[in-house]
């Protein structure tokens, strides 16, 4: 009651410090710091770059100041010392818990006033594919959470040392650690989450309730430290041990700190995010699993039921096997370790089954005894939060009403250790996804509605033939452009429609598949009548199969759509992004070796010249690419690392990759396409580079190493890289 | 005079904002250092005179406030109220504000040593280089005018309206906005990015166009005839600073 009664004279003694205004403003000012100095989120999205970065350095520079303001103010009576006279007259675990609410509150201002004054400035930069719901999710979980962290951990070291300069020491410490050697680990770092990326295009969820995860565990334990520190708040003239003694005959107040300190353990223990990999990549146990003897596929079919709102799945899914063994025979399945598997029947009889600890991959291991029948159907229920493996990369396993990524396993179990019947691997799969969402296959398969509920929902069907598969959901936009010879089917998010619009996005799918179609020849993993481009929620790269192929949407942001390196402009840039289809996909480089400008981009940027020539003429394309090329050429010959690479050597690693990089950028896009361009030149014009281009692109692959090297290019113009110097 | 000297230095120096200034301005240094300067300007050397200056240059809007937060001590409505008092000190007003001058210009002096001890310390623990002879030219052109000037424009603007010394902050911001002639190119730092590149040589030697010269010159004499018109504003105790200058 007392505490009630003084906390409005508190709150408003701290909203009258000076101090308290400048912390206040200082921390409204910080998200500023994300947008120059601190940038853990590295992805290009526009949410990761103005979104994303300023709330994170602004919680983790709000969280400092507001720590140490809590010190500052918790020694105020006795840096005055005051502290006897307002001991006797009220009671200090009284005034401790007082405080702490005013500066919680004060905490709560700061929060609110930021998100006002950023509100604006965010939409500004992020722009067309700005959401409240994010800015809102963001600056409350990145960046307001944190503060209370702040001050629960400095009041807590306070309160244990009583002294203002060791507390301060203890808080930066512990700030420290969260900025450094927890800054990998997803639970540990308090101050700063692990975000790499927020999508643009579609929701966040995963992230954000990731996030909300590992705050609320630290906001038990803090308070939980924090109760206990309450607890040796000295009193009565004893020491810190007489007056913990003094606190606990109250037994509340301990069983509040354990209960605290419990929930937090709890939290942190069974969190359902991450799965236990084996984070060593080489091992790959589960694809030496012998093959179930005499057991062969028939067809399987699941029926998928996402929860968007919950981001769970549950699922049924049912197998065919014919079992010619005539014994029991063990079936291996790869499941998500995030589900639990149920009601596992053989031909309607419950038969056993275990579900390995160990997991590799973003697997765990079912395995099911099959009875020794010769025609066995397998039927089974999953259901869970699908897990993911990589804690510093998280959000691949979004789902939501907006979007959804089940990728084999968390599709539905994925069939390892049978081998195929003589259709191969029939698969039917069902899902239930609400009405804005469509469901695409990551294959040449077609999904089609089947009906329509009365929930809202809609499931789709569609049939494909693997043992495991992609399939992508969302709310997309289908563009059917008919060039080079088939039907492309280009989805993206329904809020990139803007951009893209203003990208000319269809004219540059057009263009390019044209363009690459009748010069390079087809893409391997068209089916011949139509490709799917599907662009996906910021994934971190693209991959492809046979009839799809993934675009990252990070490549498709309005910041990309701009670099002046990539193209002439949003158009441009768009074009070069596609054209990665056959230079980088279609056609495959190994890692860029720093000391070589050979890479997919020497090749893309200059087909991207040349669709650009055929579509503007040839005085556009040389002042925009040419031109541009040459004089970052000339200003990378005369740069001063380049001349003197010595005193590149004598810097730090880090500093020596950060120039290096950015020298290798020139070169990959600017010097490597002027020398195709010379060896355009050498060999002839452009129909026969053209001719050499067209054959290296439908050269025959050598399966161990399926890489176009620069040897190949050379030898391919018959020419050395000596005839390619542009000096 | 030398004991009010040390005092007033004392007084400005050691002091929390006086700490918290130069935190910042080191931060801001180390953030310029490892994201502008290692790079080099105009294809030279991060250690060269061009690049050096072209760091001064970023510093010189922190100094620049620097210097005008010192004045603040000196023109705030606090310092004016308490002046009928230290100005009853046996002392000539004139030489009282020469010492307090002396003191700002002190503390901004001491500030961009601090810098260029940053940059020394940066190059020598980069490239293990240390022939910092070849800094002081390009240090002294583009950082003596502009804190003197600072000084004196700072000085007469606080004493007239001490609101003014805020809104007198905002100029090096200003002027790195505005694309100035490359006489005035040390004013907002484009003269050490361009003028290289004009020399037509691989890392030049540091030179300065007369026309440059005679722009820094020009704002140095214009400072010390700010400071002047503020010495000779100066009253006697009891006089209104204010009402005196307004007069004349």
């Known amino acids: ?727 | 005079m030398g004991k009010i000297f040390r005092y007033e230095c004392r007084r400005l120096l050691w002091n929390k904002f006086f700490i918290g200034l130069a935190v910042v301005l080191l931060l801001y240094g180390a953030f310029v250092l490892h994201a502008v300067t290692i790079l080099g300007v105009a294809h030279t050397a991060p250690f060269s005179p061009w690049s050096f200056g072209d760091y001064l240059s970023r510093m010189m809007p922190l100094l620049w406030i620097g210097m005008l937060f010192f004045l603040t001590f000196y023109t705030s409505p606090q310092a004016r109220r308490t002046a009928i008092l230290t100005d009853a000190a046996p002392m000539p007003p004139k030489q009282y504000v020469l010492v307090r001058c002396a003191a700002a210009l002190t503390g901004g002096v001491l500030l961009s040593l601090l810098c260029m001890a940053e940059a020394a310390v940066f190059y020598g623990r980069m490239f293990r280089w240390y022939s910092w002879g070849s800094l002081l030219l390009p240090a002294l052109v583009t950082l003596l005018p502009a804190l003197v000037f600072a000084l004196g424009s700072g000085w007469l603007l606080g004493r007239l309206r001490p609101w003014l010394v805020y809104v007198w902050m905002a100029v090096p911001f200003l002027l790195a906005a505005l694309s100035l002639p490359e006489a005035f190119g040390l004013w907002n730092g484009s003269f050490f990015t361009a003028h290289p590149l004009t020399l037509g040589v691989l890392d030049p030697d540091f030179v300065l166009p007369a026309a440059v010269l005679a722009a820094q010159l020009l704002l140095l004499i214009a400072g010390i005839l700010l400071l002047q018109i503020a010495f000779r504003a100066a009253v006697p105790p009891g006089g209104s600073i204010t009402r005196r200058a307004v007069r004349r």
């Open chain 1, 1 to 727: 009651m007392k505490t009630m009664r003084l906390f409005p004279l508190e709150l408003r003694r701290l909203l009258q410090s000076r101090l308290t205004w400048l912390i206040m403003a200082l921390t409204v000012l910080s998200p500023v710091l994300g947008l120059v100095l601190y940038k853990p989120a590295t992805s290009t999205t526009m949410l990761s770059m103005y979104l994303a970065n300023p709330a994170i350095a602004g919680g983790a520079a709000g969280a400092i100041l507001f720590g140490l303001l809590a010190i500052f103010e918790l020694d105020r009576a006795r840096r005055s010392r005051v502290d006897i006279l307002t001991d006797a007259v009220v009671s200090p675990l009284t005034t401790a818990l007082t405080r702490l609410l005013a500066l919680l509150t004060a905490a709560v201002l700061t929060a609110g006033l930021t998100m006002l004054v950023w509100l604006p400035i965010s939409a500004g930069l992020i722009g067309s594919v700005f959401t409240g719901v994010n800015f809102l999710l963001a600056y409350l979980l990145l960046m307001g959470l944190a503060l209370p962290l702040g001050i629960l951990a400095a009041a807590a070291a306070y309160q244990f040392t009583r002294r203002a300069d060791l507390s301060i020491v203890l808080f930066i410490a512990f700030c420290a650690l969260s900025l450094t050697v927890w800054s990998a680990e997803w639970q540990l770092c308090w101050l700063n989450p692990c975000v790499w990326a927020l999508s643009d295009d579609f929701s966040n969820f995963r992230v954000f309730r990731s996030v909300a995860w590992m705050r609320l565990t630290w906001l038990a334990a803090l308070a939980g430290v924090w109760t206990v520190s309450y607890l040796c708040i000295r009193q009565y003239g004893k020491g810190i041990f007489g007056s913990l003694a003094r606190s606990v005959r109250r037994i509340y107040r301990p069983a509040v700190a354990l209960a605290l300190l419990a929930c937090s353990g709890t939290a942190y223990a069974a969190q359902p995010f991450i799965d236990n990999s084996n984070p060593d990549l080489t091992v790959m146990s589960f694809y030496e699993i012998p093959y179930a003897e005499g057991v062969t596929f028939l067809s399987r079919s699941a029926q998928v039921f996402p929860d968007t709102d919950a981001g769970t799945v549950t699922g049924r899914a049912s197998y065919q096997f014919q079992n010619t063994s005539g014994q029991e025979q063990s079936i291996s399945f790869g499941i998500n370790p995030g589900y639990t598997i149920s009601n596992v029947q053989a031909n309607g009889t419950d038969v056993p089954f275990t579900v390995s600890d160990y997991q590799e991959y973003n697997e765990a291991l079912l395995e099911v005894t099959i009875p020794a029948e010769e025609e066995v159907e397998l039927t089974m229920e999953y259901s869970g939060f699908p897990q993911e493996s990589m804690p510093t990369m998280q959000g691949g396993k979004e789902l939501s009403s907006e979007y959804l990524c089940l990728e084999n396993s968390a599709l539905s179990p994925r069939v390892m250790n049978v081998m195929p019947g003589e259709a191969g691997y029939p698969t039917t799969i069902e899902i239930t996804l609400p009405a804005s969402m469509i469901a695409i296959p990551f294959s040449s398969s077609e999904a089609e509605v089947i009906s329509e509920n009365a929930d809202g929902t809609r499931t789709w069907r569609y049939e494909a033939n693997s043992a495991g598969g992609i399939l992508y959901a969302g709310d997309y936009i289908c563009e059917q452009i008919e060039a080079g010879g088939m039907t492309i089917e280009f989805y993206y998010g329904r809020k990139h429609q803007a951009v893209m619009a203003e990208a000319g996005a269809v004219d540059a799918v057009k263009a390019v598949v044209d363009y690459c179609t009748e010069h390079y020849g087809k893409l391997s993993y068209g089916t011949g009548d139509t490709l799917k481009l599907i662009q996906s929620r910021v994934a971190g790269g693209g991959y492809a199969v046979d009839g799809a192929s993934l675009l990252d949407e990070a490549d498709f942001t309005a910041a990309n759509l701009g670099d002046v390196q990539k193209g002439g402009g949003a158009g441009e840039v768009m074009i070069h992004e596609l054209v990665h289809q056959w230079w980088g996909l279609g056609n495959m480089f190994d890692t860029v070796d720093s000391t070589s400008p050979w890479s997919a981009e020497g090749l893309t940027v200059y087909t991207t010249y040349r669709i650009v020539k055929e579509l503007y003429g040839e005085d556009y394309a040389r002042e925009h690419y040419v031109d541009q090329w040459q004089q970052a050429v000339d200003d990378y010959y005369l740069n001063y690392y380049v001349r003197h690479p010595e005193y590149l050597e004598m810097l730090p690693e880090n500093e020596q990759l950060a120039i290096s990089n950015s020298l290798s950028q020139v070169r990959q896009y600017n010097e490597m396409p002027l020398k195709i361009l010379k060896a355009e030149q050498l060999v002839g014009g452009e129909e026969a580079m053209d001719q050499i281009l067209h054959d290296l692109f439908n050269r025959e692959l050598d399966p161990m190493y399926p890489y176009l090297t620069y040897q190949e290019f050379l030898d391919a113009c018959h020419l050395t890289e000596e005839d390619l110097n542009l000096g």
